[in-house]
């Protein structure tokens, strides 16, 4: 079993996706000097190139990346060699326009972008597979090469009519026989029966709403399909180069894949991150992705891009303003990351994203963009040593499913406002905010490691996991759980009593009676807090704690927040303030603190093995109290109790 250790080697990655073909091959010597004066240490190949390295069906131009790849090796450069299969070449799709997608309306998706392929073609998956077969059996075995990068950003949908067969095959497999299929998607409902497998389609376009549990199915289906490709391309490299890593980059908090499932398949987990520099919550939200990557790789994992600058797809595009990049990468660094990467080396002079920043943008390397890559590409190599391989170990594990996020996400819902992703990223928020550092985790996974458990949402649940979630309970630990959770199996039926029958029994709930959404602008008033989104018409067993009770209206009087022993209830979502304070309070009495008291709200500190990580978010400069004496690894001076911070500032301390 390779990993990213097998790459890092007591170093952090740094680098990017590099795309000389897009340059005179003049350049590569001036891109190489800058290379290395920026301490660039890994760079990708390959992610765009299927029309170069085939112009032509069946022919092969490998020259270019031949002297490409001994360039890199020669001036020391890894590198991570990409399958081009993200973007095929016009001529597959003139040739064969099977392998282009199709939407729900049946309208053909033409090249001429990227992703412009079927994942459930066969003509498509035969010449990716070809294409991969001669990469690595020609590179395999290459002295650059550090890891393979499968594909780009899998994120491609078909409706098509091979994704139709597929998609019966992919039920079979699930359920075995056609009744299984009917009682999974309650096809008794608007004489929705099938009576041959041949009459069942991708959810298509319908003139009123879609069967949920085949909408389910389908989002499940597609994930699978998308890394069934992954893994065909995968397992060719690996027979070539069985010692070489193998990646494939994830998009954050994507709703298209189940990244619990798809990371027990890769060898290095990575993920792109592109937070809104003019986001007041910008760091937040890279936290979360942080947080759920690492808890993925179960260890450390790869930023395989960010940007150095703006991106290009935003309705107003802005630059980051001096620090940001670097106070973001370390951040990365501090909760995991043990390759700090960036779409891509040279910004684009051409093509649809020539605004999109590069390492070495526009201004060349007299501009802001790149001295500032310079710098952190010397800090990184700086802490390196320190910080390649270590651990971080946190007490509370919030818990997320694609699964129940796919059921809970379905047209006929109560609440449209009711966002799957808001909601986590709400409780997230409001942990992060509390100085209170978090892994993610599956229902389904042994939670025993953590003293606090958070579910803000898990519409659909398994009975393994409430049985767990339960003997987590039993073992002593703590458990929140926001509203709407538990209220359907995996197959998208309502639990009777609107939630597990268990887990009423396990917060004190003797009946559910009514859900209550709340409109825009609504609010519904509690003791110590107001709750927004979402409300619940909830009676209490005689064994609960009702910890705050609805003021006025229909639910005067209700639990809107319930206990019952170390099992705790949320039935709305309260407002930022109230929510923070209530899972602060529920964190301390579990025994979980801060990593260091009294922080400045704009003020991070995250411990990384025996590191201690201390992030200043805001622009104005802040003193920490910081107990002890510490070495700053960043500055290379030393500290006594307390820190200074300019803006954007980090420090890297060890005792």
Same mark, same amino acid.
């Given at each position: *079993?390779?990993?990213?250790?097998?790459?890092?080697?007591?170093?952090?990655?740094?680098?990017?996706?590099?795309?000389?073909?897009?340059?005179?091959?003049?350049? &590569?010597?001036?891109?190489?000097?800058?290379?290395?004066?920026?301490?660039?240490?890994?760079?990708?190949?390959?992610?765009?190139?299927?029309?170069?390295?085939?112009?032509?069906?069946?022919?092969?131009?490998?020259?270019?990346?031949?002297?490409?790849?001994?360039? *890199?090796?020669?001036?020391?450069?890894?590198?991570?060699?990409?399958?081009?299969?993200?973007?095929?070449?016009?001529?597959?799709?003139?040739?064969?326009?099977?392998?282009?997608?199709?939407?729900?309306?049946?309208?053909?998706? &033409?090249?001429?972008?990227?992703?412009?392929?079927?994942?459930?073609?066969?003509?498509?998956?035969?010449?990716?597979?070809?294409?991969?077969?001669?990469?690595?059996?020609?590179?395999?075995?290459?002295?650059?090469?550090?890891?393979?990068?499968?594909?780009?950003?899998?994120?491609?949908?078909?409706?098509?009519?091979?994704?139709?067969?597929?998609?019966?095959? &992919?039920?079979?497999?699930?359920?075995?026989?056609?009744?299984?299929?009917?009682?999974?998607?309650?096809?008794?409902?608007?004489?929705?029966?099938?009576?041959?497998?041949?009459?069942?389609?991708?959810?298509?376009?319908?003139?009123?709403?879609?069967?949920?549990? $085949?909408?389910?199915?389908?989002?499940?289906?597609?994930?699978?399909?998308?890394?069934?490709?992954?893994?065909?391309?995968?397992?060719?490299?690996?027979?070539?180069?069985?010692?070489?890593?193998?990646?494939?980059?994830?998009?954050?908090?994507?709703?298209?894949?189940?990244?619990?499932?798809?990371?027990?398949?890769?060898?290095?987990?990575?993920?792109?991150?592109?937070?809104?520099?003019?986001?007041?919550?910008?760091?937040?939200?890279?936290?979360?992705?942080?947080? *759920?990557?690492?808890?993925?790789?179960?260890?450390?994992?790869?930023?395989?891009?960010?940007?150095?600058?703006?991106?290009?797809?935003?309705?107003?595009?802005?630059?980051?303003?001096?620090?940001?990049?670097?106070?973001?990468?370390?951040?990365?660094? @501090?909760?995991?990351?043990?390759?700090?990467?960036?779409?891509?080396?040279? $910004?684009?002079?051409?093509?649809?994203?020539?605004?999109?920043?590069?390492?070495?943008?526009?201004?060349?390397?007299?501009?802001?963009?790149?001295?500032?890559?310079?710098?952190?590409?010397?800090?990184?190599?700086?802490?390196?040593?320190?910080?390649?391989?270590?651990?971080?170990?946190?007490?509370?594990?919030?818990?997320?499913?694609?699964?129940?996020?796919?059921?809970?996400?379905?047209?006929?819902?109560?609440?449209?406002?009711?966002?799957?992703?808001?909601?986590?990223?709400?409780?997230?928020?409001?942990?992060? $905010?509390?100085?209170?550092?978090?892994?993610?985790?599956?229902?389904?996974?042994?939670?025993?490691?953590?003293?606090?458990?958070?579910?803000?949402?898990?519409?659909?649940?398994?009975?393994?996991?409430?049985?767990?979630?339960?003997?987590?309970?039993?073992?002593?630990?703590?458990?929140?759980?926001?509203?709407?959770?538990?209220?359907?199996?995996?197959?998208?039926? /309502?639990?009777?009593?609107?939630?597990?029958?268990?887990?009423?029994?396990?917060?004190?709930?003797?009946?559910?009676?009514?859900? &209550?959404?709340?409109?825009?602008?609504?609010?519904?008033?509690?003791?110590?807090?107001?709750?927004?989104?979402?409300?619940?018409?909830?009676?209490?067993?005689?064994? @609960?704690?009702?910890?705050?009770?609805?003021?006025?209206?229909?639910?005067?009087?209700?639990?809107?927040?319930?206990?019952?022993?170390?099992?705790?209830?949320?039935?709305?979502?309260?407002?930022?303030?109230?929510?923070?304070?209530?899972?602060?309070?529920?964190?301390?009495?579990?025994?979980?603190?801060?990593?260091?008291?009294?922080?400045?709200?704009?003020?991070?500190?995250?411990?990384?093995?025996?590191?201690?990580?201390?992030?200043?978010?805001?622009?104005?400069?802040?003193? /920490?109290?910081?107990?002890?004496?510490?070495?700053?690894?960043?500055?290379?001076?030393?500290?006594?109790?307390?820190?200074?911070?300019?803006?954007?500032?980090?420090?890297?301390?060890?005792?």
């Amino acid at each position: *079993m390779t990993g990213l250790g097998d790459v890092t080697r007591g170093r952090i990655l740094f680098g990017g996706d590099y795309n000389p073909e897009q340059w005179p091959e003049e350049m &590569w010597a001036e891109d190489v000097r800058l290379m290395k004066d920026a301490g660039v240490n890994s760079v990708t190949l390959g992610v765009f190139s299927w029309a170069r390295l085939e112009p032509r069906p069946g022919a092969r131009e490998f020259g270019w990346l031949d002297r490409l790849m001994n360039l *890199m090796h020669g001036n020391g450069i890894g590198v991570v060699l990409a399958t081009p299969t993200s973007s095929p070449p016009p001529w597959l799709g003139r040739l064969h326009p099977q392998t282009l997608p199709r939407d729900e309306d049946g309208r053909t998706e &033409w090249w001429g972008g990227r992703q412009h392929f079927s994942h459930s073609s066969a003509a498509y998956r035969r010449h990716a597979a070809a294409i991969t077969e001669d990469l690595a059996a020609r590179y395999g075995g290459h002295p650059a090469l550090t890891m393979w990068h499968i594909n780009n950003e899998y994120c491609t949908y078909d409706w098509g009519d091979e994704a139709a067969v597929r998609f019966r095959h &992919w039920l079979r497999n699930r359920y075995g026989t056609l009744d299984a299929v009917n009682s999974a998607w309650g096809t008794a409902f608007w004489s929705q029966g099938y009576g041959e497998w041949d009459e069942i389609l991708p959810p298509r376009r319908a003139h009123y709403l879609k069967n949920p549990g $085949q909408v389910l199915d389908f989002k499940r289906f597609t994930s699978d399909m998308l890394l069934e490709c992954y893994a065909a391309e995968r397992d060719i490299v690996r027979r070539h180069s069985p010692h070489t890593p193998v990646t494939t980059n994830f998009m954050p908090l994507w709703a298209g894949q189940d990244a619990w499932r798809w990371a027990e398949e890769e060898d290095v987990v990575s993920v792109d991150l592109y937070p809104d520099p003019r986001d007041p919550f910008g760091a937040q939200h890279g936290a979360l992705v942080q947080d *759920m990557t690492r808890s993925q790789a179960r260890g450390p994992w790869m930023l395989m891009e960010q940007a150095a600058g703006p991106v290009n797809w935003r309705g107003v595009n802005h630059p980051k303003p001096r620090g940001l990049n670097r106070l973001w990468s370390l951040q990365a660094v @501090a909760r995991g990351a043990d390759a700090v990467c960036y779409f891509q080396w040279r $910004q684009s002079r051409q093509g649809a994203e020539k605004f999109h920043s590069g390492m070495v943008g526009h201004a060349g390397p007299e501009g802001r963009t790149f001295q500032e890559v310079e710098r952190l590409g010397a800090e990184l190599a700086a802490i390196g040593g320190a910080v390649a391989g270590t651990h971080s170990r946190n007490g509370i594990a919030i818990l997320h499913d694609w699964h129940s996020w796919w059921a809970g996400a379905h047209e006929g819902r109560l609440s449209t406002r009711v966002d799957y992703s808001q909601v986590l990223t709400s409780w997230h928020r409001a942990l992060w $905010q509390g100085h209170l550092t978090t892994d993610f985790a599956h229902p389904e996974h042994d939670l025993s490691p953590y003293a606090l458990v958070v579910a803000p949402q898990l519409y659909a649940l398994t009975d393994a996991a409430i049985d767990n979630l339960l003997a987590y309970v039993r073992g002593g630990g703590t458990l929140v759980c926001g509203f709407l959770t538990g209220v359907a199996d995996e197959d998208d039926r /309502v639990r009777p009593g609107g939630m597990d029958a268990r887990l009423r029994e396990l917060f004190g709930i003797r009946t559910l009676h009514e859900w &209550w959404p709340l409109e825009t602008g609504e609010s519904a008033e509690a003791d110590g807090l107001r709750g927004t989104l979402w409300s619940e018409e909830i009676e209490a067993a005689g064994n @609960a704690s009702v910890e705050a009770r609805y003021k006025g209206g229909e639910l005067d009087g209700l639990p809107a927040v319930l206990r019952r022993g170390r099992a705790w209830y949320v039935s709305t979502l309260p407002e930022p303030h109230a929510l923070r304070g209530l899972l602060a309070r529920i964190a301390s009495d579990a025994g979980v603190r801060p990593v260091l008291d009294g922080l400045p709200d704009q003020v991070e500190a995250v411990r990384r093995g025996d590191l201690l990580f201390v992030l200043n978010h805001g622009r104005e400069s802040v003193t /920490v109290h910081v107990p002890g004496t510490h070495r700053d690894l960043l500055a290379g001076a030393t500290v006594e109790d307390e820190l200074t911070l300019g803006r954007y500032g980090v420090a890297v301390l060890r005792a």
